[in-house]
Each structure stands twice: as C-alpha cells, then as structure tokens.
C-alpha cells in the first residue's frame, strides 16, 4: 500500500518533475527526472497539496512539505536527513492542526495537508473547500510586496513614489485583511500560511521603505522652503536698503548717478551685515553657553 501511494503522490506531482527533466538540442531525453530532483534543484514551486495516509506522521507531513526523501528524518544514514534542532524547529513553528484527523504544513514554498484515510469523508471538505483560494491570496500578496519593495530599492522609485504609495494602500485595504471569516479555521489557516511565506517580514521592510521615504520628501520640503525663505529675506534687504538710500539721497539732494549715492548704499548694506553677523555670533555664543549649563 505504501508503494501505491508513492506511486499516486509521484504522479501527481508530475508537472513539477518535468521541470527537472534534462533534455539535448535534438529534444531526446537525456536525463529522466527523479524525486530527489526536486531538492537538489529547488524547484517545489508553489503547491498547495492534500494527501491521504493511514497514520498521521509528522516525519511524513515534513518529507512531502520539503519534498525530502521519504524516509529521511530520523535516518541518520540519509543524506538528507534533517538534524533534530532543524526539524523540531520547522514542526514547531510551521505546522497547523485542528483536529485529529488531520495535519497541515506551510511553508515558503508549499502548504501541505496530511490527512487520515480511514475516514475521508471527515476531511474531504479540504478538497472542496477555499482555502487553496486563501493561498493563492496570500501568494499575490506575497508578489506584490516584494515587487514594491524592489522599486523602492531601486532607482526607478525616483519620482514615482507617490504612485507606489497609493498602489500600497490600495493593497493594504482591498487584500491585508485582519479577518476573514467568523469561523475559526480560515482564520487559523490563513495565519499558518501568512506566517509561512513570511509575508509580515515583507511588510515591515515595505512600512520601512515608507517611513524613510516620508522622512526623505519632509527633508526636501524643509529644504525647499528654507531657499524660499533665504530669497525672501535677501530680497527684502535689498529692497530696504534701497528704500534707505533713496530716503538719505532726497534728504540729502544726492543725486542717484553719482558715487555719493553708491557709497550711501554700500554702507547701508554693510551695516545690515554687520548687524546679521553680530547678531548671529550673539546667538550662537548663547546656545554654547545654555548648553555648557
């Protein structure tokens, strides 16, 4: 019997052994893809899987997880055999079950579903139920995080980043529910899987590239308007310092195309200098001293 399932297992998993499968320039076969193919070249893609077995196993529920050899774990002679730490980790942190019939597994790459097959009919519902749609949300969340994340690593972020600010809210409110039904168990799966791919971690380093961009555009806003506000305060000295030498030339009856008039503005606005400079020392020699206290 446990031959026949891996026979059904194998054939089910077909597609993903036709990726490994190695071919020469005239398409002849040259290589015939084998189920350890599948480790050594990491090609799991994305499965979502629900397999049958006698008794619940979580060596089984690990080795069709990670697609390891069947019989591996706990085989210190294999290869492939995880060591004790690694394993207990993986179960610990990645395994989901609600009730005894049934065990699941998310991890990055796959979710799987380990159930009784003395009873089917208790845990058929995993066919005919959405909660492979749940998976399939988390993987476009999963992709469109970590697109976003790229374009806020690269330069082509330069200039558009309002545009991918909106393109993550609208994806923070349309698809990063909190909760998703008022039965338990979606929820419960939708953790496990959410947890699995990791996608929190996506997110925080997202909310991060948001925060420094926030901080980036207040700096260039501060910036801009510290210019403004220098051009305004050097054009409004300049027109006083005109305005007071226009006032001393009529007091005076100095004519404005004479060197008298030149001098008379040079010295105003050397004054007006002097004043910001010594002001400007003044201050600074107040905050040294505040600070020394």
Not at 23 to 29: A, E, H, Q, S
Not at 110 to 127: N, Y
Not at 226 to 231: D, N, Q, S, T
């Amino acid at each position: 019997r446990a031959e026949g399932r891996m026979k059904a297992y194998l054939d089910g998993i077909q597609p993903l052994l036709d990726v490994c499968r190695v071919t020469d320039w005239l398409g002849k076969t040259v290589h015939e893809p084998h189920y350890s193919d599948l480790v050594c070249t990491g090609n799991k893609l994305k499965a979502f899987q629900i397999v049958g077995a006698n008794r619940l196993s979580d060596e089984l529920l690990y080795e069709l997880g990670t697609m390891s050899p069947i019989g591996c774990v706990g085989n210190h002679a294999h290869g492939m055999s995880p060591s004790q730490s690694y394993y207990e980790a993986v179960m610990a942190q990645n395994s989901v079950s609600a009730f005894r019939n049934w065990k699941a597994l998310a991890l990055f790459d796959s979710f799987t579903v380990l159930g009784l097959l003395d009873k089917p009919e208790d845990w058929k519902w995993w066919r005919d139920s959405y909660f492979r749609f749940i998976y399939i949300h988390a993987l476009y969340q999963k992709t469109q995080l970590f697109v976003v994340n790229n374009r806020f690593r690269s330069d082509a972020a330069d200039g558009k980043c309002g545009r991918l600010l909106q393109q993550m809210k609208d994806l923070e409110h349309w698809y990063a529910f909190s909760n998703i039904s008022y039965n338990f168990l979606p929820q419960l799966i939708y953790k496990s899987i959410d947890t699995g791919l990791e996608i929190a971690s996506e997110r925080e380093q997202l909310h991060h590239y948001l925060v420094q961009e926030a901080e980036r555009q207040d700096m260039q806003g501060e910036r801009r308007i510290g210019k403004l506000i220098m051009f305004l305060t050097v054009l409004t000295v300049l027109s006083a310092v005109y305005d007071g030498t226009s006032l001393v030339s009529d007091a005076f009856g100095i004519q404005t195309d004479t060197a008298t008039y030149l001098g008379v503005a040079i010295g105003l606005l050397g004054g007006v200098v002097s004043f910001v400079l010594v002001w400007g020392i003044w201050a600074y020699c107040n905050r040294r001293k505040k600070a020394d206290l």
